[in-house]
């Protein structure tokens, strides 16, 4: 008993220590001012693209019967994603300045069609769009203030918005596809790839 005691004691100042060290305030760091080694700019049409060419090839695999599909009644169908994420290019861009076509109005664009061309249209036009825009930008405007959307928000931060609501949307795809048996087709490639490099083993 008394050694547990002298343990239990031993232990209790270890993380009282332990404590005291942690609670110590950090020293403060120079600010940096090496340059970024991330480039924004390129990153995000990288990424916006890639997430067009999965959404036009996904949009492509759907059989057309498929696209008024909807999860439940109170969801967006298959085609109304794909039209949902053609609209909201526009619109996100439009916060920061950028003009939308003439007649341009997010609901009724999503509800627009159900026609697998008309949609991969829409999807590659709004993609154009897009990437002209981003393309169009200076560095300077990335850091360029939009005090509508908060006190320290800029351009740069809409683009964020962009490249976030694009994954999600997809993601969204994806399940939905999932949920009708359908395989995306860039992992039925890597599938194939796989298979293909097996055998030659």
């Known amino acids: 008993m008394k050694a547990a005691m002298t343990v239990l004691v031993c232990l209790v100042s270890v993380f009282a220590g332990s404590a005291q060290t942690t609670s110590a305030p950090m020293p403060q760091t120079e600010k940096d001012t090496t340059v970024p080694s991330y480039d ?3 990153q995000a049409l990288l990424d916006l693209q890639g997430v067009n ?10 059989p057309s019967d498929k696209l008024t599909w909807r999860p439940s009644a109170d969801s967006r169908s298959f085609a109304e994603v794909f039209l949902h994420v053609a609209g909201e290019r526009y619109g996100i861009l439009s916060m ?3 003009t939308p076509p003439d007649g341009f109005k997010a609901k009724e664009l999503e509800k627009s069609t159900t026609d697998k061309d008309k949609i991969v249209e829409d999807l590659n036009q709004s993609w154009d769009f897009t990437s002209k825009t981003i393309n169009g930008m200076s560095n300077a405007e990335f850091a360029k203030l939009v005090p509508k959307l908060g ?3 800029n351009e740069g931060d809409v683009v964020f918005i962009l490249v976030a609501d694009a994954h999600e949307h997809l993601g969204q795809l994806i399940a939905y596809a999932r949920q009708n048996g359908i395989v ?3 992992t039925v490639a890597m599938q194939k790839k796989k298979a293909a490099a097996a055998g030659t083993k």
């Open 40 to 42: 924004m700019k390129a």
């Open 184 to 186: 995306p087709p860039w």
């Open 96 to 98: 920061m300045g950028a």
């Open 151 to 153: 006190p320290e928000a």
């Open 53 to 62: 060419k999965k959404c036009v090839d996904l949009a492509q695999a759907i």
